[in-house]
């Protein structure tokens, strides 16, 4: 299995036998892809093979690739009727035995409800830097909250953040990440990937 990064919030996971994609859009080079999730109602532009496009909350099984939607905010809301902040969605998946979550255009820690509707995530993709919705210190707290073996930063500027921050030691740079199982992703410790546009 192979992870691309487009930009901003665009990837494509491959594996074997189907890919999905995340987030296309119009700044995106041509996309390839069986399944298309879209969390932040950009105008997406159109993928290539796309079997089935989600972009609504909801739980759904698609070419026995189980994904599941949440809504979220683009920044923290005081209530209910708090309208300031756009909705965006958080999906999470499994291909092969791999987790992933994407947590789309986020702007908020998560609730403890939240955290656990995700469970166990392998891979994380979330948005940093100048730019995202996120100040480092509050995804530092979404990082620690879901633990992930794997964080894979996203957006345009995600290199106009110190990675060190966020407690990284090493940070590889990939033109893609390639994952042969979960067996393959550390244990002990949160691996980061930076991943060069594709």
Not at 118 to 143: C, F, Q, Y
Request: glycine share 6%; with cysteine; proline share 3%.
């Amino acid at each position: 299995m192979e992870i691309l990064w487009h930009d901003n919030t665009c990837f494509t996971v491959r594996g074997k036998k189907k890919s999905l994609v995340i987030n296309p859009h119009k700044g995106a080079d041509k996309l390839k892809g069986d399944i298309v999730l879209n969390s932040i109602g950009e105008e997406a532009t159109e993928v290539q093979d796309a079997h089935k496009t989600f972009d609504w909350p909801g739980e759904y099984e698609v070419m026995d690739v189980p994904i599941s939607a949440f809504e979220a905010w683009t920044k923290a809301r005081s209530s209910e009727s708090d309208s300031k902040a756009d909705k965006t969605l958080i999906f999470y998946f499994q291909m092969g035995k791999v987790k992933f979550c994407h947590l789309g255009e986020l702007g908020h820690t998560l609730t403890s409800e939240m955290v656990a509707e995700i469970g166990d995530v392998d891979i994380l993709m979330i948005k940093v830097g100048e730019g995202a919705n996120l100040d480092s210190k509050k995804a530092m707290e979404v990082i620690e909250s879901i633990e992930p073996r794997v964080v894979i930063p996203m957006g345009n500027n995600s290199e106009s953040i110190s990675l060190k921050d966020f407690g990284a030691e090493k940070i590889e740079s990939l033109d893609k990440f390639e994952v042969k199982s979960s067996s393959d992703l550390p244990i002990d410790k949160m691996q980061y990937v930076v991943l060069n546009k594709a």
